[in-house]
């Protein structure tokens, strides 16, 4: 046989292997396609929550896999510093700052997806009998130290009304204000501290701020003027327990 010839059994080899090779590519490309329609579909599950989730909590909760809306209610309980006994519609609402897109990139593993926004948070989905849910956030619950969020600020500055009034009436000689108000006022004040001890609470939302630690302290100190020895003491119990 001459260097280069082609047999009769060469050429059957030859075109299996291009069979092969065709097929191959083709596999690849659909499977290239597929992975493109995933991260569409992904990055609109996303977006749609996105969108919704300012504007129609209740929408955008129904786009959630289970896993997402305890999270979100876990976060709300975070954010306002008390167990959370409401729905996820509610718990958006609650959260102070919900970041909006775009979505800058969207990664497919499988049935699994990451879309990380633009503000670097990331949004983790699963793909169920094909629909793409959320199952996960990249948010943090809230820090015990920093700003106290609104919503459990405003929970502190009621507890100081109901301390006051009750303190100033009792001073006075009077009985309008209510002593559950009172002692209610005292158990959120304990809460929030055992919570966030170095949260920064600001009274009527600026000037000076004061960790709830000193919140304490300065509570236990004012209730000792008002003539309650009892609740100051349980003040002091509870900073020194930290």
């Known amino acids: ?32 396609g597929s992975t493109v329609n995933q991260e ?7 977006v749609r929550f996105l969108a919704a989730a300012k504007h129609d909590p209740s929408a955008a ?11 979100i209610e876990t ?44 503000l670097g948070t990331r949004l983790r ?29 405003a929970r502190v500055a009621g507890a100081q009304v109901g301390i006051s009034g009750y303190c100033v009436d009792y001073l006075s000689g009077s009985h309008h204000s209510s002593i559950d108000r009172y002692l209610r006022g005292i158990d959120v004040l304990i809460d929030v501290y055992r919570i966030a001890p170095d949260a920064v609470y600001r009274p009527g939302g600026t000037g000076r701020g004061l960790t709830m630690r000193q919140v ?18 349980e003040l002091d119990r509870v900073l020194a327990v930290g």
């Open 75 to 118: 976060l709300a309980a975070s954010y306002t510093l008390r167990a959370w006994d409401k729905s996820c519609a509610d718990a958006l609402g609650e959260m102070p700052t919900f970041p909006e897109g775009p979505v800058a990139r969207v990664v497919v593993d499988s049935t699994h997806a990451t879309a990380r926004l633009r």
């Open 40 to 46: 569409d579909e992904a990055r609109t599950a996303a």
């Open 125 to 153: 989905l699963t793909s169920d009998g094909g629909r793409w849910r959320i199952t996960s956030f990249g948010f943090e619950p809230l820090v015990p130290a920093g700003e106290l969020p609104a919503t459990a600020a």
């Open 216 to 233: 304490l302290a300065d509570q236990a100190s004012a209730l000792e003027k008002c003539g309650f020895p009892d609740d100051a003491a």
């Open 61 to 71: 909760c129904a786009t959630l896999a289970p896993s997402a809306r305890r999270e």
């Open 1 to 32: 046989m001459r260097m280069g010839a082609v047999t009769t059994n060469t050429v059957p080899r030859m075109r299996a292997t291009t069979i092969i090779l065709s097929i191959a590519l083709m596999a690849a490309a659909v499977g290239c």
